[in-house]
Nanobody
Framework: QVRLVESGGGLVQAGESLTLSCVAS????????MGWYRQVSGKKRELVAG???????SYADSVKGRFTISRDKADHIVDLQMNNMKTVNTAIYYC??????????????????????WGQGTQVTVSS
């Protein structure tokens, strides 16, 4: 299993920047992808940005050009740089890790039983 711990949330004004960080521990070598999701009360959790182990990146249309996801070389920290933030970006942001087939013997347990792991979430509030 893998444990994900987020940090960096807080209160910013519209137009300002904020960086979220997620640190993975445990079987982080077995992560096929990591990403950031957000959730507003009463709404479904939605993908903000994702990054696969092999470097494929995806962004929600609403954040393209403003948000940047990156991962350290050890593949156990993923950051989300958020620029020119808007009030609609206010949400709880969650880090997600996908455990699966990475072609390593010590990750074989996740080949037949892939799973998603989540962090506890960090609140981001953007004021006008």
């Amino acid at each position: 299993q893998v444990r994900l711990v987020e940090s960096g949330g807080g209160l910013v004004q519209a137009g300002e920047s904020l960086t979220l960080s997620c640190v993975a521990s445990g079987d982080f070598n077995c992560l096929t992808a990591m990403g950031w999701y957000r959730q507003v009360s009463g709404k479904k959790r939605e993908l903000v940005a994702g990054l696969t182990k092999w470097g494929v990146i995806s962004y929600a249309d609403s954040v393209k050009g403003r948000f940047t996801i990156s991962r350290d070389k050890a593949d156990h920290i993923v950051d989300l740089q958020m620029n020119n933030m808007k009030t609609v970006n206010t949400a709880i942001y969650y880090c997600q890790g996908k455990l699966g087939n990475v072609g390593q013997p010590d990750c074989n347990q996740y080949v037949l039983h892939p799973r998603d792991e989540w962090g506890q979430g960090t609140q981001v509030t953007v004021s006008s």
